[in-house]
C-alpha cells in the first residue's frame, strides 16, 4: 500500500495530511498528465465540520482508473508513496494525483 501525502485541506477526510478512509480511488481513465487525474473520494468539508472521530492513515489501498501511469496494476497504484494536491478544492476535479507518470 503506498504512503499517502494528501494537502487537500477542504477534504472532510483530510487529518493531519493523511487520509481517513481505508481506501481511495483515482480517477483519470484517458490522463496523460497530473491535473488529468482526480482523487474521487473527495469529499468537500461542510462549513466547520472536521473529522475527529475517524483515524488518519499514512498508508491506504488506492485503486486507480489512470491506467496510463507507470504505477497502475491491475486498476491499483503500485507506488511506494504518492501525493493527492488541490488546497482549497471545492470538488474532486479540482484534486489530482501529484504522483502520476505518464507510461
Same mark, same amino acid.
Given at each position: 500500500?503506498?504512503?499517502?501525502?494528501?494537502?487537500?485541506?477542504?477534504?472532510?477526510?483530510?487529518?493531519?495530511?493523511?487520509?481517513?478512509?481505508?481506501?481511495?480511488?483515482?480517477?483519470?481513465?484517458?490522463?496523460?498528465?497530473?491535473?488529468?487525474?482526480?482523487?474521487?473520494?473527495?469529499?468537500?468539508?461542510?462549513? %466547520?465540520?472536521?473529522?475527529?472521530?475517524?483515524?488518519?492513515?499514512?498508508?491506504?489501498?488506492?485503486? @486507480? &482508473?489512470? !491506467?496510463? #501511469?507507470?504505477?497502475?496494476?491491475?486498476? %491499483?497504484?503500485?507506488?511506494?508513496?504518492?501525493?493527492?494536491?488541490?488546497?482549497?478544492?471545492?470538488? @474532486? &476535479?479540482? !484534486?489530482? #494525483?501529484?504522483?502520476?507518470?505518464?507510461?
Amino acid at each position: 500500500m503506498p504512503q499517502l501525502s494528501c494537502c487537500v485541506d477542504s477534504c472532510t477526510h483530510n487529518k493531519e495530511n493523511c487520509c481517513c478512509k481505508n481506501t481511495i480511488k483515482v480517477g483519470g481513465k484517458k490522463a496523460e498528465k497530473p491535473s488529468s487525474t482526480c482523487c474521487e473520494s473527495f469529499h468537500e468539508q461542510d462549513g %466547520s465540520f472536521t473529522n475527529s472521530i475517524e483515524t488518519p492513515n499514512a498508508a491506504l489501498d488506492v485503486k @486507480c &482508473d489512470a !491506467t496510463n #501511469c507507470i504505477h497502475n496494476c491491475n486498476c %491499483s497504484c503500485a507506488a511506494d508513496s504518492i501525493d493527492v494536491s488541490g488546497v482549497s478544492a471545492c470538488s @474532486c &476535479d479540482q !484534486t489530482q #494525483c501529484s504522483s502520476f507518470q505518464e507510461r
